[in-house]
């Protein structure tokens, strides 16, 4: 294990190819969109990078789309990775009846759209995640489809500032 220093955008910008589109991927579950946003370096501003990729996500296929959905755990489902865990932090310890409801109609959501329910969840109680969902569930697909892509544009702006911050990380090589 070695210790990695990272300082921010210009470390994000000196990265080998591949472990910018690894860093990315973590951020997206889209390979297009890591790659894509990954090859636009070097960014002069965190602004610039993150601008770049709300671009690109506007672009993806349908198909990239669901690619992305696919690294997107169901809101109180026990997520797999520190970014779901951090972001579904307010779910945790709510009230079973809540948990409950909240899974079945994340069920019934992903039986009428055919993914899974996506919300911008940082730090919000599972009873709001709840009254999101039982609004939009009454969408129509269209309209969830779009709205599902702003969501997923703000968790990918979240998970890029975080990734922006300074800090200290520790790797295995």
């Not at 390979?31 to 506007?58: G, N, Q």
């Not at 755990?73 to 797999?80: A, K, S, V």
């Not at 039982?134 to 890029?160: C, G, H």
């Amino acid at each position: 294990m070695r210790r990695v220093d990272w300082r921010g955008l210009p470390s994000f910008n000196e990265l080998s190819e591949l472990r910018a589109i690894s860093t990315l991927y973590e951020c997206c579950s889209s390979s297009i969109w890591a790659l894509r946003v990954a090859k636009a370096r070097p960014f002069v501003d965190d602004e610039a990078l993150l601008e770049y990729a709300d671009l690109i996500l506007a672009e993806l296929t349908e198909s990239d789309l669901d690619e992305a959905l696919s690294g997107h755990p169901r809101i109180g489902d026990r997520p797999d990775n520190a970014s779901s865990s951090r972001e579904q932090s307010g779910v945790t310890g709510a009230d079973p009846e809540v948990l409950a409801e909240l899974k079945q109609l994340n069920k019934e959501y992903d039986e009428k759209f055919g993914h899974v329910y996506l919300v911008f969840a940082n730090g919000r109680p599972a009873e709001e995640l709840l009254a999101i969902l039982k609004e939009r569930i009454r969408n129509d697909a269209p309209t969830e489809r779009r709205v599902m892509r702003m969501e997923l544009a703000k968790i990918n702006r979240s998970r890029l500032q975080r990734m922006l911050t300074p800090a200290i990380e520790f790797v295995d090589d």
